[in-house]
């Protein structure tokens, strides 16, 4: 699998946490208008928690589409050249790349 489709394909599912947000968000809001129908007493002492309900929300959306785009467009520690030029030297030197012996036992 070529580098650029495995970053598409990780920045697809770490976006799946942008659709995981709206849903949370939806959720916090017809939590707090069913409980505002059933009590309106007492939607206004439950006002803040609907806040911080929404910003938990959305923040984990936020996050989850930092994490899409750094891995999109991050430079990524390892280019195709050196994953190349190493599989070129297991195939022309393969000893070079096996794992030294182990010591022998005294």
């Known amino acids: 699998m ?3 489709s495995a970053q ?3 920045a697809g599912l770490a976006a799946i946490g942008v659709g995981a947000a709206a849903t949370g968000v ?3 809001f017809g939590s707090f208008l069913e409980g505002a129908l059933r009590n309106p ?3 206004d002492g439950q ?3 609907l806040f911080i309900g929404f910003a938990a929300a959305e923040l984990l ?3 989850a589409f930092a994490v899409a785009m750094i891995i ?3 430079p990524p520690a390892v280019t195709t050249a050196d994953v190349v030029a190493v599989e070129a030297a297991a195939v022309e030197a393969p000893a070079a790349v096996e ?7 005294e």
């Open 8 to 10: 598409v394909i990780g």
């Open 26 to 28: 939806g959720n916090v």
């Open 2 to 4: 070529d580098l650029s």
């Open 72 to 74: 999109l467009y991050a």
């Open 99 to 105: 794992a030294p012996a182990a010591a022998p036992a």
């Open 61 to 63: 959306g936020l996050i």
């Open 47 to 49: 006002q803040g928690r």
């Open 41 to 43: 007493s007492a939607a």
